[in-house]
């Protein structure tokens, strides 16, 4: 299994609380994404990076943002978290050398009460 | 704009069994991957099966394989001789290539089988 370490795995937070999901890598893998599950939606893209501190808007972006200081560690940002934002967040892994198959972590439910 | 659509947002079969999942997607793009990935209870992604654009055979993995239609733009996913660990959410997806690794996501099917 590819080394995809999400955190924290789950968590209750109020709205206006900012909240950091970290993903840890040890695949030292270029491509590293957020993702947002939701019912009727499928995974939807927040952020992706390509490199440290190279980083891109995906679909979802608003009220988000992310970092990346360090190959092996992705940060998704909820500077100040909303209910809509209530999901089950995903970190994935890629590398071209690997015919583009993404390798993702076990999630992260997120509740915003 | 890159979109995935998968058609059955759920499904079942009987265990033993063969169903088939439907993707079609669009893009205007000759070069991408195209995938079905399996999410369990667990939650847990898995990858199951892969092709390459550029290859007119199907690809096949075990009991899972798939019907490639490029100029159709259609990949869809057949199970066969369904067993009860079949029982998930299944996500098609492409990517394309050199442009960042972006991955495109359909909606999901969810597949019951029943014993």
């Known amino acids: 299994d590819a080394g995809i370490t999400q955190s924290p795995r789950h968590k209750v937070t109020e709205t206006g609380t900012p909240v950091t999901l970290r993903c840890h890598q040890t695949?030292?893998?270029?491509?590293m994404y957020w993702y947002r599950q939701d019912p009727g939606h499928g995974l939807r893209l927040i952020h992706y990076s390509y490199g440290v501190k190279d980083t891109d808007k995906g679909e979802v972006s608003d009220g988000y943002s992310v970092s990346r200081s360090k190959t092996e560690d992705f940060l998704l940002t909820l500077e100040s978290a909303t209910s809509s934002q209530t999901s089950v967040y995903f970190c994935?892994?890629?590398?071209?050398?690997?015919?583009?198959?993404?390798?993702f972590g076990e999630g992260s439910r997120l509740t915003v009460l | 704009a890159q979109t995935v659509t998968q058609s059955q947002p759920e499904m079942s079969v009987q265990e033993a069994e063969t169903v088939t999942l439907s993707c079609t997607y669009d893009t205007s793009e000759n070069n991408y991957y195209l995938f079905w990935y399996k999410q369990p209870p667990s939650r847990q992604m898995i990858l199951v099966i892969r092709?390459?654009?550029?290859?007119?055979q199907n690809a096949t993995e075990n009991r899972f394989s798939v019907n490639f239609q490029k100029a159709a733009k259609s990949f869809s996913l057949k199970i066969s001789d369904s067993q009860l660990g079949d029982t998930a959410m299944y996500f098609c997806a492409f990517m394309i290539r050199y442009t960042g690794n972006q991955f495109y996501f359909g909606t999901g099917t969810s597949l019951t089988v029943i014993p």
């Open positions: 695949e030292n893998h270029r491509y």
């Open positions: 994935a892994i890629s590398e071209h050398s690997q015919a583009g198959e993404l390798f």
């Open positions: 092709q390459e654009a550029y290859k007119q």
